[in-house]
């Protein structure tokens, strides 16, 4: 299969997968989003300039700006297309999934005009600059290296509808189960360990797992007590040991760890609070609904299940650099949401759809070697699929508003790819 017809196949699966999470919407609405997720994975960026240009149409660039502007505006976008989104990753999700929450940032120091511009914290070095907040959901397996992006909120605490962030969180919380039937177990870093967020998990009969600061309180025995005060107290009869891997080098981590039976101040349901040393200083704590036996493969169940967090940082990385979200330029609130929401759309593509059955694998083996990447595909090979979609797309002309070819039957030049 040469790259003409790969560019053909990609450009057949963007339209399959867009009416999918598109029904429901009018045909020009779902018209933009078949458009935009080509464009971004064509240019691999969210400015609508570029979106555009991917597109090739007769029309002077400024009227095809213009349009994909005006459809961006929708309120109902991003509603509809995350709950089609949902819809299709549902049968994915099952009680072994992990659910793990971020909230994120983009940074805006330059923007001046964009509405509800807010004062945010930059992940890249803690300074303090003009952008946005995103809240991410990102579901991965204990053991897997593969991801399954979600949702993704953008919002502003200058917004007139926002709330806070714990509504924030809790609202990605219960539109995600609401879609995927109650299913997996939600992962959440510090930030998710205050009382306005776990008391709602309790009360939903949630499964999670979350991080605490020592300063909180738990019940153990008859009284409340500090974490830290129970957590010096836990004996931590286990030990194993980690590598954490990054592209410069591999950390070694040995690890103590170990459990105690504890409660949520005003609830009867019983938790676990694990707690693990050898990260550092202090020791990491997790309070989770995960059912813990008296064994060392119980209990390591647990802590792998959190350290499932160290890949989706990468995933992070992946959504906001491949696709260049830090780069968006639309003035609206309206438009901002809705585009950040059809950037985690876009990435599902790219992670998920196209590895759906068999015959897209030897697409994906062709996408890989497109890649040009002077080091090889690294590790994280989500980087090289999207600089090889990309690659592929941007060389080979046609539009994609074309009527679409059938291609000649290939079943016996189709061979399995582990990924």
């Known amino acids: 299969m040469n790259d003409a017809k790969v560019a053909h196949r990609i450009r057949e699966k963007v339209t399959e997968f867009s009416g999918k999470v598109s029904a429901g919407l009018p045909k020009t609405a779902g018209r933009l989003v078949r458009e935009v997720v080509y464009g971004m994975q064509s240019r691999g960026s969210v400015r609508l300039s ?3 240009r991917s597109l090739e149409e007769p029309t002077r660039m400024k009227k095809v700006i213009e349009r994909l502007g005006r459809q961006l505006n929708r309120a109902e976008l991003r509603e509809k297309v995350r709950a089609n989104l949902l819809g299709l990753a549902a049968k994915r999700i099952d009680p072994e999934s992990l659910l793990i929450v971020d909230p994120t940032d983009i940074s805006k120091p330059y923007a001046s005009k964009m509405q509800y511009l807010a004062r945010v914290r930059d992940g890249s070095d803690g300074g ?26 953008l919002y502003s605490q200058k917004a007139p509808d926002f709330d806070s962030e714990n509504e924030e969180i809790l609202k990605a919380i219960e539109k995600v189960s609401s879609e995927t039937g109650g299913e997996g177990t939600w992962v959440v870093d510090r930030g998710g360990d205050r009382k306005e967020i776990i008391a709602p998990l309790l009360r939903w009969k949630c499964r999670f797992l979350i991080r605490l600061r020592g300063d909180r309180h738990l019940v153990v025995r008859r009284g409340a007590k500090r974490v830290e ?141 497109a890649a040009k990447r002077i080091y090889g595909i690294p590790e994280f090979r989500y980087y090289a699929l999207a600089d090889g979609i990309k690659q592929i797309l941007y060389s080979r002309t046609g539009a994609l508003s074309k009527p679409l070819l059938h291609l000649k039957d290939e079943k016996a030049r189709l061979l399995p790819l582990t990924l």
């Open 50 to 52: 570029e979106i555009a």
């Open 229 to 369: 005060e129970i957590a010096a107290r836990c004996r931590l009869p286990y030990r194993e040991t980690v590598i954490k891997e990054s592209q410069d080098d591999e950390q070694v981590y040995h690890l103590d760890f170990g459990a105690c039976l504890v409660r949520f101040p005003g609830f009867d349901r019983p938790l676990f609070l694990v707690v693990v040393r050898g990260f550092g200083e202090k020791p990491l704590l997790l309070l989770t609904t995960m059912p813990i036996k008296k064994s060392r493969k119980s209990l390591w169940r647990v802590v792998e299940s959190y350290l499932a967090r160290w890949r989706v940082e990468e995933t992070i990385r992946f959504i906001k650099q491949s696709y260049q979200l830090e780069d968006i330029r639309l003035l609206t609130y309206q438009r901002l949401q809705n585009m950040a929401s059809l950037v985690m759309t876009t990435a599902y593509f790219a992670c998920v759809y196209l590895e759906k059955s068999i015959k897209l694998k030897i697409l994906v083996q062709h996408i890989h070697r």
């Open 128 to 153: 303090i600059r003009d952008g946005y907040w995103c809240c991410q959901v990102v579901a991965t397996r204990r053991a897997s290296r593969e991801v399954l992006p979600l949702y993704q909120e």
